[in-house]
């Protein structure tokens, strides 16, 4: 569970809170389910159109790297890498064939079975780099979803305020449907900027973060595993990979 996002999540949300608050507001004149239909949904409906169902979900499906990342260990993946290297000089890569097969990350597993199987140098290279890349940019495409949607929602935020002011100077002779009217005009435009501002964006630079450890993590996983391609020395491996902790 990361402890910052939700730190970060409440303080954000507190901090609106209390500071209306202060000023004599009072939560409930926040709360407009017409403000939040409008901008919510036009959001959500914006960046469906714009997106592939397939990245949609991917995009979804993330969302709980947010609150639970996953976790790049640099120095376990070293040693790790050190201790592969050692079983391949002692016993040749076939000895690799059992800790692939116990292996759960897929990055991993092909890259050791890779080795096993004996693949030149140079194919076994380009096929590290090349399922990286695609991966990368696979979830990198998932973060701009959000991204995406931080741009639409101040937009449909106003938008909404548009709504919501039509509304209202169409019943200038009804005082209750004209303070309805201009309650969504100002709610959808601050429900439009919070969630881009507030949600919307953190997540996307959130996901981007994670992606780019993930990515230095993987990167280092293949320049180990092409060092012992290259029957390197363990500790000469060791450290190479050692300037990757530099980078966490």
Not at 183 to 192: D, E, K, N, P
Not at 211 to 221: F, G, P, V
């Amino acid at each position: 569970m990361d402890k910052l996002s939700i730190a970060g999540l409440v303080i954000a949300i507190l901090a609106i809170y209390v500071g209306f608050s202060v000023e004599g507001g009072t939560v409930s004149a926040l709360f407009e389910l017409p403000a939040f239909l409008i901008v919510f949904g036009g959001t959500l409906g914006a960046v469906m159109l714009q997106s592939s169902t397939k990245q949609f979900f991917h995009a979804m499906s993330l969302l709980k790297w947010v609150f639970t990342p996953p976790v790049y260990d640099i120095d376990q993946g070293i040693k790790n890498i050190v201790s592969w290297a050692e079983k391949a000089r002692e016993s040749g890569y076939l000895a690799l064939e059992n800790i692939a097969l116990d292996e759960r990350d897929n990055y991993i597993y092909k890259g050791l079975n890779l080795l096993v199987d004996g693949a030149e140098i140079e194919n076994f290279r380009v096929s590290l780099e090349l399922d990286l890349e695609l991966y990368r940019e696979h979830n990198l495409r998932s973060a701009h979803v959000f991204e995406s949607m931080g741009g639409y929602s101040p937009t449909i935020g106003i938008l909404g305020a548009v709504l919501g002011l039509i509304q209202a100077l169409g019943n200038l002779s009804d005082p209750d449907l004209l303070g309805q009217g201009i309650a969504t005009a100002f709610v959808a435009t601050i429900y439009g900027v919070g969630f881009a501002n507030l949600i919307y964006l953190p997540i996307a630079n959130k996901m981007k973060d994670i992606i780019h450890q993930q990515t230095l993590y993987r990167e280092m996983i293949a320049e180990g595993l092409i060092a012992i391609a290259h029957a390197e020395n363990p500790h000469a491996i060791e450290n190479k990979l050692s300037a990757f902790r530099l980078q966490q």
